[in-house]
Protein backbone atom coordinates (compact mmCIF):
# COMPACT_ATOMS: atom_id res chain seq x y z
CA UNK A 1 0.00 0.00 0.00
CA UNK A 2 0.67 3.91 -0.53
CA UNK A 3 2.27 5.79 2.24
CA UNK A 4 0.59 8.61 0.89
CA UNK A 5 -3.11 8.93 2.04
CA UNK A 6 -6.48 9.84 1.56
CA UNK A 7 -9.75 10.35 3.57
CA UNK A 8 -12.52 7.25 3.45
CA UNK A 9 -15.22 5.97 5.48
CA UNK A 10 -13.81 3.12 6.55
CA UNK A 11 -15.16 0.14 8.39
CA UNK A 12 -13.62 -1.77 11.11
CA UNK A 13 -16.09 -4.18 12.13
CA UNK A 14 -18.98 -6.01 11.45
CA UNK A 15 -21.94 -4.33 12.88
CA UNK A 16 -20.26 -0.96 13.42
CA UNK A 17 -20.67 2.23 11.49
CA UNK A 18 -17.59 3.57 8.98
CA UNK A 19 -15.39 6.32 10.41
CA UNK A 20 -13.90 8.95 8.55
CA UNK A 21 -10.52 8.93 8.54
CA UNK A 22 -7.09 8.71 6.33
CA UNK A 23 -6.61 5.45 4.44
CA UNK A 24 -3.77 4.70 2.47
CA UNK A 25 -4.08 6.28 -1.04
CA UNK A 26 -4.70 3.20 -3.76
CA UNK A 27 -2.40 2.28 -6.36
CA UNK A 28 -3.59 0.34 -9.23
CA UNK A 29 -2.04 -2.87 -9.78
CA UNK A 30 -2.01 -4.82 -13.78
CA UNK A 31 -5.28 -4.45 -15.18
CA UNK A 32 -6.26 -1.56 -13.07
CA UNK A 33 -6.81 1.66 -12.63
CA UNK A 34 -7.71 4.21 -9.81
CA UNK A 35 -10.49 6.36 -9.52
CA UNK A 36 -10.53 10.13 -7.99
CA UNK A 37 -14.14 9.53 -6.15
CA UNK A 38 -17.05 12.49 -7.14
CA UNK A 39 -20.00 10.93 -5.72
CA UNK A 40 -20.77 7.76 -3.93
CA UNK A 41 -24.22 6.84 -2.33
CA UNK A 42 -25.44 5.31 0.51
CA UNK A 43 -27.70 2.58 -0.43
CA UNK A 44 -29.29 -0.39 1.11
CA UNK A 45 -26.63 -2.87 -0.01
CA UNK A 46 -23.79 -0.67 1.76
CA UNK A 47 -25.69 -1.41 4.86
CA UNK A 48 -25.98 -5.01 4.54
CA UNK A 49 -22.11 -5.08 4.00
CA UNK A 50 -21.63 -2.84 6.91
CA UNK A 51 -23.87 -5.19 8.48
CA UNK A 52 -21.40 -8.43 7.24
CA UNK A 53 -24.88 -9.82 5.85
CA UNK A 54 -24.29 -9.16 1.91
CA UNK A 55 -21.13 -8.42 0.14
CA UNK A 56 -19.45 -8.12 3.78
CA UNK A 57 -15.36 -7.40 4.01
CA UNK A 58 -13.17 -10.51 4.03
CA UNK A 59 -11.40 -8.65 6.41
CA UNK A 60 -10.76 -5.40 7.93
CA UNK A 61 -10.41 -2.13 7.79
CA UNK A 62 -11.82 -1.82 4.93
CA UNK A 63 -13.50 1.37 2.90
CA UNK A 64 -17.60 1.10 2.79
CA UNK A 65 -19.63 1.59 -0.48
CA UNK A 66 -19.60 -0.85 -3.35
CA UNK A 67 -19.52 2.00 -6.16
CA UNK A 68 -19.71 5.78 -6.99
CA UNK A 69 -19.02 7.98 -9.68
CA UNK A 70 -15.59 9.50 -10.14
CA UNK A 71 -12.40 10.11 -12.87
CA UNK A 72 -10.17 7.72 -14.35
CA UNK A 73 -6.45 9.78 -14.55
CA UNK A 74 -7.04 10.41 -18.35
CA UNK A 75 -10.45 12.74 -17.67
CA UNK A 76 -12.62 9.80 -18.28
CA UNK A 77 -15.88 10.38 -16.17
CA UNK A 78 -16.95 6.86 -15.54
CA UNK A 79 -19.79 4.93 -12.94
CA UNK A 80 -17.64 2.10 -11.75
CA UNK A 81 -18.72 -1.26 -9.21
CA UNK A 82 -16.95 -3.18 -7.09
CA UNK A 83 -13.99 -1.55 -6.44
CA UNK A 84 -10.84 -3.92 -5.32
CA UNK A 85 -10.73 -4.90 -1.50
CA UNK A 86 -9.98 -3.48 0.79
CA UNK A 87 -11.02 0.10 -1.11
CA UNK A 88 -14.58 1.19 -1.66
CA UNK A 89 -16.62 4.03 -3.06
CA UNK A 90 -16.32 6.37 -0.17
CA UNK A 91 -13.37 7.70 -0.50
CA UNK A 92 -11.68 10.25 -2.12
CA UNK A 93 -9.98 7.46 -4.19
CA UNK A 94 -10.35 3.90 -5.01
CA UNK A 95 -9.12 1.28 -7.44
CA UNK A 96 -11.00 -1.05 -9.23
CA UNK A 97 -10.54 -3.44 -12.37
CA UNK A 98 -10.18 -2.27 -15.64
CA UNK A 99 -13.75 -2.25 -17.29
CA UNK A 100 -15.54 -1.62 -14.25
CA UNK A 101 -17.04 0.93 -15.25
CA UNK A 102 -19.72 2.69 -17.67
CA UNK A 103 -19.41 6.09 -19.22
CA UNK A 104 -21.14 9.03 -17.71
CA UNK A 105 -22.92 10.69 -20.56
CA UNK A 106 -22.99 14.87 -20.29
CA UNK A 107 -26.18 15.53 -18.87
CA UNK A 108 -25.75 13.62 -15.91
CA UNK A 109 -24.31 15.46 -12.83
CA UNK A 110 -22.13 13.17 -10.45
CA UNK A 111 -24.69 12.93 -7.39
CA UNK A 112 -27.42 11.95 -9.82
CA UNK A 113 -25.33 8.88 -12.03
CA UNK A 114 -24.10 8.22 -8.76
CA UNK A 115 -27.59 7.33 -7.27
CA UNK A 116 -28.70 6.01 -10.21
CA UNK A 117 -26.29 3.45 -10.49
CA UNK A 118 -27.29 0.74 -8.09
CA UNK A 119 -30.65 1.06 -8.40
CA UNK A 120 -30.54 1.23 -12.22
CA UNK A 121 -28.01 -1.26 -12.79
CA UNK A 122 -30.50 -3.21 -10.66
CA UNK A 123 -33.61 -2.62 -12.52
CA UNK A 124 -32.14 -2.66 -16.12
CA UNK A 125 -30.80 -6.38 -15.04
CA UNK A 126 -34.33 -7.81 -13.63
CA UNK A 127 -36.60 -6.09 -15.92
CA UNK A 128 -34.67 -6.45 -19.48
CA UNK A 129 -31.68 -9.22 -18.76
CA UNK A 130 -33.48 -11.09 -16.48
CA UNK A 131 -36.99 -10.51 -16.61
CA UNK A 132 -37.03 -10.30 -20.27
CA UNK A 133 -40.23 -8.19 -20.01
CA UNK A 134 -41.72 -6.92 -23.58
CA UNK A 135 -44.52 -4.53 -24.50
CA UNK A 136 -47.87 -6.09 -23.86
CA UNK A 137 -47.03 -7.93 -20.65
CA UNK A 138 -47.66 -7.49 -17.16
CA UNK A 139 -45.65 -6.40 -14.13
CA UNK A 140 -45.47 -6.22 -10.51
CA UNK A 141 -43.03 -4.03 -8.84
CA UNK A 142 -43.32 -5.49 -5.33
CA UNK A 143 -41.54 -2.05 -3.45
CA UNK A 144 -41.98 0.36 -6.44
CA UNK A 145 -41.70 3.18 -3.39
CA UNK A 146 -38.60 2.84 -3.40
CA UNK A 147 -35.24 4.08 -5.10
CA UNK A 148 -34.96 0.81 -7.07
CA UNK A 149 -37.98 -0.02 -7.14
CA UNK A 150 -39.23 3.63 -9.09
CA UNK A 151 -36.45 3.25 -11.32
CA UNK A 152 -37.87 -0.57 -12.04
CA UNK A 153 -41.24 1.22 -12.74
CA UNK A 154 -39.81 3.47 -15.43
CA UNK A 155 -37.58 1.40 -16.60
CA UNK A 156 -40.48 -1.27 -17.39
CA UNK A 157 -43.02 1.33 -18.39
CA UNK A 158 -40.64 2.42 -21.07
CA UNK A 159 -40.73 -0.56 -22.59
CA UNK A 160 -44.22 -0.80 -23.10
CA UNK A 161 -45.46 -3.07 -20.52
CA UNK A 162 -48.46 -2.65 -18.09
CA UNK A 163 -47.13 -1.61 -14.81
CA UNK A 164 -48.57 -2.64 -11.25
CA UNK A 165 -46.91 -0.51 -8.52
CA UNK A 166 -46.84 -1.97 -5.15
CA UNK A 167 -45.48 -0.72 -1.97
CA UNK A 168 -46.54 1.05 1.42
CA UNK A 169 -46.32 4.75 0.81
CA UNK A 170 -49.14 6.17 -0.49
CA UNK A 171 -48.28 9.14 -1.41
CA UNK A 172 -45.33 7.87 -3.39
CA UNK A 173 -48.01 5.16 -4.71
CA UNK A 174 -50.03 8.32 -6.08
CA UNK A 175 -47.21 10.14 -8.00
CA UNK A 176 -45.88 6.62 -9.65
CA UNK A 177 -49.76 6.46 -11.05
CA UNK A 178 -49.86 10.08 -12.12
CA UNK A 179 -46.69 9.13 -14.24
CA UNK A 180 -47.83 6.39 -15.82
CA UNK A 181 -48.06 3.13 -13.68
CA UNK A 182 -51.34 1.85 -14.26
CA UNK A 183 -52.54 0.68 -11.15
CA UNK A 184 -50.96 0.78 -7.72
CA UNK A 185 -51.25 -1.63 -4.27
CA UNK A 186 -51.10 -0.18 -0.88
CA UNK A 187 -49.10 -3.63 0.77
CA UNK A 188 -49.73 -2.17 4.17
CA UNK A 189 -53.21 -4.29 5.04
CA UNK A 190 -53.70 -7.66 6.25
CA UNK A 191 -52.30 -10.84 4.23
CA UNK A 192 -55.76 -11.69 2.34
CA UNK A 193 -56.92 -8.50 1.46
CA UNK A 194 -53.46 -7.83 0.03
CA UNK A 195 -53.35 -11.47 -2.31
CA UNK A 196 -57.54 -10.39 -2.98
CA UNK A 197 -55.80 -6.96 -4.56
CA UNK A 198 -52.62 -8.04 -6.22
CA UNK A 199 -55.03 -10.99 -7.48
CA UNK A 200 -57.36 -8.13 -9.00
CA UNK A 201 -54.65 -6.42 -10.84
CA UNK A 202 -53.18 -10.05 -12.61
CA UNK A 203 -52.29 -12.07 -14.09
CA UNK A 204 -48.66 -11.51 -14.43
CA UNK A 205 -45.71 -11.90 -17.00
CA UNK A 206 -43.16 -10.83 -14.30
CA UNK A 207 -42.61 -9.91 -10.47
CA UNK A 208 -39.30 -7.65 -9.94
CA UNK A 209 -39.62 -8.14 -6.00
CA UNK A 210 -37.65 -5.63 -3.62
CA UNK A 211 -39.88 -6.62 -0.14
CA UNK A 212 -39.94 -10.23 0.19
CA UNK A 213 -41.54 -11.21 3.22
CA UNK A 214 -45.37 -10.72 4.15
CA UNK A 215 -45.67 -9.45 0.68
CA UNK A 216 -44.36 -12.17 -1.02
CA UNK A 217 -46.76 -14.16 0.65
CA UNK A 218 -49.48 -12.93 -0.37
CA UNK A 219 -47.92 -12.66 -3.94
CA UNK A 220 -47.73 -16.16 -3.34
CA UNK A 221 -51.34 -16.73 -2.79
CA UNK A 222 -52.39 -14.68 -5.45
CA UNK A 223 -50.48 -16.37 -7.86
CA UNK A 224 -52.12 -19.64 -7.42
CA UNK A 225 -55.74 -18.25 -8.02
CA UNK A 226 -54.59 -15.85 -10.86
CA UNK A 227 -52.10 -16.77 -12.64
CA UNK A 228 -53.21 -19.40 -16.02
CA UNK A 229 -51.02 -22.71 -15.68
CA UNK A 230 -50.19 -22.17 -19.16
CA UNK A 231 -49.15 -18.33 -18.47
CA UNK A 232 -45.16 -18.71 -17.14
CA UNK A 233 -44.50 -15.92 -14.43
CA UNK A 234 -41.16 -14.91 -14.04
CA UNK A 235 -40.83 -13.65 -9.83
CA UNK A 236 -37.28 -12.41 -9.80
CA UNK A 237 -36.21 -11.43 -5.79
CA UNK A 238 -34.44 -8.79 -6.20
CA UNK A 239 -34.48 -7.42 -2.50
CA UNK A 240 -35.80 -8.02 1.13
CA UNK A 241 -36.67 -4.64 2.43
CA UNK A 242 -39.53 -6.57 4.25
CA UNK A 243 -37.40 -8.94 5.87
CA UNK A 244 -35.59 -12.07 4.96
CA UNK A 245 -37.86 -15.01 5.30
CA UNK A 246 -41.03 -16.07 3.78
CA UNK A 247 -43.18 -18.93 3.67
CA UNK A 248 -43.64 -20.32 0.16
CA UNK A 249 -46.56 -22.88 -0.36
CA UNK A 250 -46.16 -25.91 -2.29
CA UNK A 251 -49.54 -24.84 -4.41
CA UNK A 252 -48.30 -21.74 -5.22
CA UNK A 253 -45.31 -23.77 -7.59
CA UNK A 254 -47.28 -26.43 -8.58
CA UNK A 255 -50.59 -24.02 -9.70
CA UNK A 256 -48.78 -21.65 -11.31
CA UNK A 257 -46.10 -22.13 -13.41
CA UNK A 258 -43.26 -19.66 -11.42
CA UNK A 259 -39.64 -19.34 -12.31
CA UNK A 260 -38.30 -18.15 -8.56
CA UNK A 261 -34.87 -16.65 -9.46
CA UNK A 262 -32.68 -14.67 -6.69
CA UNK A 263 -30.52 -11.46 -8.21
CA UNK A 264 -27.08 -10.03 -6.46
CA UNK A 265 -24.18 -9.55 -7.92
CA UNK A 266 -22.92 -11.75 -10.62
CA UNK A 267 -25.38 -13.33 -12.93
CA UNK A 268 -26.27 -13.41 -16.71
CA UNK A 269 -26.22 -9.01 -16.52
CA UNK A 270 -22.34 -8.59 -17.48
CA UNK A 271 -20.94 -5.02 -17.31
CA UNK A 272 -20.55 -5.13 -21.26
CA UNK A 273 -23.70 -5.76 -21.55
CA UNK A 274 -24.91 -3.24 -18.93
CA UNK A 275 -23.16 -0.37 -20.40
CA UNK A 276 -26.73 -0.18 -22.43
CA UNK A 277 -27.85 0.48 -19.10
CA UNK A 278 -26.07 4.07 -19.36
CA UNK A 279 -28.34 6.35 -21.57
CA UNK A 280 -30.01 5.98 -18.36
CA UNK A 281 -28.20 8.36 -16.64
CA UNK A 282 -29.06 10.87 -18.75
CA UNK A 283 -31.34 13.25 -17.00
CA UNK A 284 -32.49 14.41 -20.68
CA UNK A 285 -33.46 10.17 -21.14
CA UNK A 286 -35.03 9.54 -18.45
CA UNK A 287 -36.24 13.50 -16.25
CA UNK A 288 -35.15 12.41 -13.53
CA UNK A 289 -34.63 14.60 -10.46
CA UNK A 290 -33.50 13.57 -6.92
CA UNK A 291 -35.09 14.65 -3.49
CA UNK A 292 -31.54 15.45 -2.42
CA UNK A 293 -29.36 18.36 -0.86
CA UNK A 294 -25.98 19.31 -0.78
CA UNK A 295 -23.64 19.64 2.23
CA UNK A 296 -19.99 20.39 2.62
CA UNK A 297 -17.94 17.19 3.00
CA UNK A 298 -17.76 16.65 6.77
CA UNK A 299 -14.36 17.15 8.57
CA UNK A 300 -13.75 14.13 11.22
CA UNK A 301 -14.58 16.00 14.09
CA UNK A 302 -18.34 17.04 12.75
CA UNK A 303 -19.31 13.56 11.07
CA UNK A 304 -23.37 13.54 10.42
CA UNK A 305 -25.17 10.74 10.30
CA UNK A 306 -27.07 9.09 7.17
CA UNK A 307 -25.38 10.62 5.08
CA UNK A 308 -24.86 10.10 1.27
CA UNK A 309 -20.77 11.41 1.20
CA UNK A 310 -19.73 13.61 -2.18
CA UNK A 311 -15.83 12.48 -1.50
CA UNK A 312 -13.90 14.97 -2.71
CA UNK A 313 -16.18 19.05 -2.43
CA UNK A 314 -19.29 18.30 -0.83
CA UNK A 315 -21.74 15.29 0.48
CA UNK A 316 -25.10 14.76 -1.01
CA UNK A 317 -27.79 13.81 1.47
CA UNK A 318 -31.75 12.91 1.09
CA UNK A 319 -34.08 15.33 3.17
CA UNK A 320 -33.68 13.04 6.00
CA UNK A 321 -34.05 15.14 8.97
CA UNK A 322 -30.21 15.61 10.93
CA UNK A 323 -30.46 13.20 14.02
CA UNK A 324 -27.44 14.50 15.59
CA UNK A 325 -23.68 13.72 15.94
CA UNK A 326 -21.66 10.81 16.15
CA UNK A 327 -19.82 8.45 13.60
CA UNK A 328 -20.76 8.91 9.98
CA UNK A 329 -23.28 6.76 8.04
CA UNK A 330 -24.20 5.88 11.66
CA UNK A 331 -27.56 4.62 12.29
CA UNK A 332 -28.98 3.11 9.69
CA UNK A 333 -31.80 0.58 9.37
CA UNK A 334 -30.48 -2.47 6.90
CA UNK A 335 -33.48 -4.96 7.09
CA UNK A 336 -33.44 -6.96 9.66
CA UNK A 337 -29.76 -5.93 10.22
CA UNK A 338 -27.89 -5.00 13.27
CA UNK A 339 -27.82 -1.10 12.88
CA UNK A 340 -31.44 -1.16 12.30
CA UNK A 341 -32.29 -1.99 15.34
CA UNK A 342 -32.35 1.67 16.52
CA UNK A 343 -36.38 2.19 14.30
CA UNK A 344 -33.78 5.12 12.59
CA UNK A 345 -35.43 5.22 8.61
CA UNK A 346 -33.00 4.43 6.35
CA UNK A 347 -31.34 6.99 4.33
CA UNK A 348 -32.20 7.27 0.40
CA UNK A 349 -32.41 9.00 -2.58
CA UNK A 350 -35.50 9.04 -4.24
CA UNK A 351 -35.87 9.51 -7.71
CA UNK A 352 -38.98 11.35 -9.50
CA UNK A 353 -39.43 9.97 -12.83
CA UNK A 354 -41.61 10.83 -15.32
CA UNK A 355 -42.67 7.57 -16.04
N1 LIG B 1 -29.81 -7.30 -5.96
C1 LIG B 1 -29.44 -6.08 -6.28
O1 LIG B 1 -28.59 -5.89 -7.12
C2 LIG B 1 -30.15 -4.92 -5.62
C3 LIG B 1 -30.04 -3.64 -6.17
C4 LIG B 1 -30.77 -2.58 -5.58
C5 LIG B 1 -31.55 -2.83 -4.44
N2 LIG B 1 -31.58 -4.10 -3.94
C6 LIG B 1 -32.39 -4.39 -2.74
O2 LIG B 1 -33.75 -3.98 -2.98
C7 LIG B 1 -34.32 -3.49 -1.77
C8 LIG B 1 -34.85 -2.07 -2.01
O3 LIG B 1 -33.77 -1.23 -2.40
P1 LIG B 1 -33.99 0.32 -2.70
O4 LIG B 1 -32.76 0.78 -3.39
O5 LIG B 1 -35.31 0.53 -3.35
O6 LIG B 1 -34.03 0.88 -1.22
P2 LIG B 1 -34.79 2.20 -0.63
O7 LIG B 1 -34.77 3.30 -1.59
O8 LIG B 1 -34.20 2.39 0.73
O9 LIG B 1 -36.30 1.73 -0.49
C9 LIG B 1 -36.70 0.73 0.38
C10 LIG B 1 -38.15 0.44 0.07
O10 LIG B 1 -38.58 -0.67 0.84
C11 LIG B 1 -39.82 -0.31 1.46
N3 LIG B 1 -40.01 -1.07 2.68
C12 LIG B 1 -39.16 -1.20 3.71
N4 LIG B 1 -39.69 -2.01 4.64
C13 LIG B 1 -40.92 -2.37 4.19
C14 LIG B 1 -41.96 -3.19 4.70
N5 LIG B 1 -41.85 -3.79 5.88
N6 LIG B 1 -43.08 -3.34 3.95
C15 LIG B 1 -43.19 -2.72 2.76
N7 LIG B 1 -42.24 -1.92 2.22
C16 LIG B 1 -41.12 -1.76 2.94
C17 LIG B 1 -39.68 1.17 1.74
O11 LIG B 1 -40.96 1.70 1.95
P3 LIG B 1 -41.16 3.13 2.67
O12 LIG B 1 -40.76 4.16 1.65
O13 LIG B 1 -42.59 3.17 3.00
O14 LIG B 1 -40.25 3.14 3.88
C18 LIG B 1 -39.06 1.62 0.42
O15 LIG B 1 -40.04 1.75 -0.58
C19 LIG B 1 -33.23 -3.59 -0.72
O16 LIG B 1 -33.39 -4.80 -0.02
C20 LIG B 1 -31.94 -3.61 -1.53
O17 LIG B 1 -30.88 -4.28 -0.84
C21 LIG B 1 -30.91 -5.14 -4.50
Given at each position: ???QQ????????????????????P????????V?????????S?????D????????F??V???????R??DG??V??????????G?A???????G???P???G?D?V?????????????K???????????Q?????G??????R???H?????G????AAG?D????????????????????????L?D????E??YD???????S???????????????????I?????G?????????P??T???A?VHL???????R?SS????R?S???S??????S???????F?????PR????????????????????????????G????????????????RP????
Amino acid sequence: MSTQQIHAAVLHRVGRAPRYEAFPAPEAGAGEAVVTVAAAALKPSDRLMADGVHYAPASFPHVAGLDGVGRLEDGTRVAFFAPRAPYGGMAERTVVREGMWLPVPEGADDVTAAALLNPGMAAWKTVVAEGGLSAGQTVLVLGATGASGRVAAHVAKRRGARVVAAGRDRRVLDELVARGADAAIGVDRPHGELADAIAAEGPYDLVVDYLWSPPAEALFDALMRVNDPARPIRHILVGMAAGENATLPAMTLRKAPVHLVGSGRGGRASSRRARRLSPTFSTRRSRASWSSTWRPFRSPASPRRGRARRATAGSCSSREPPSGGGPAVRGYGGPGGRLGRGGQRPLSMRPEISL
